[in-house]
C-alpha cells in the first residue's frame, strides 16, 4: 500500500496586543501567533506534533519567541 505523510506548518493569528517592541523600542502592535506543525496523511492534517508561539512586530517586523504561558496570557488579557 502506498502511503504519503509529511508535515505542514499552519500560522495563525491568535491576537493583537499593543506594547513597546524590544527591537524598535515603539509602542505599536503585536501580532501573537502560533505556530502548529501538523503530521499529515494524504495533505490532510491529521494532529498537530509541536507547536509554538511568537509575537511580531507590526512596526519593525521584529519576532520574539513566546512560551505558551505568554501566550495565552496575551489572550487572557485582550479578552
Ligand atoms: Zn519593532
Redo the contacts with the bound molecule.
Keep these: 500500500m502506498f502511503l504519503l505523510f509529511g508535515t505542514t506548518l499552519r500560522r495563525s493569528l491568535l491576537v493583537t496586543v499593543v506594547f513597546i517592541?524590544g527591537?524598535?523600542d515603539?509602542n505599536?502592535p503585536q501580532g501573537v501567533e502560533k505556530l502548529s506543525t501538523k503530521f499529515t496523511l494524504f495533505f490532510i492534517p491529521l494532529f498537530t506534533v509541536s507547536s509554538r508561539y511568537s509575537n511580531q512586530?507590526t512596526?519593525?517586523?521584529?519576532v520574539t519567541d513566546l512560551t505558551r504561558e505568554q501566550a495565552e496570557h496575551a489572550v487572557a488579557r485582550q479578552g
Design positions: 517592541c527591537y524598535c515603539k505599536v512586530c512596526n519593525c517586523g521584529g
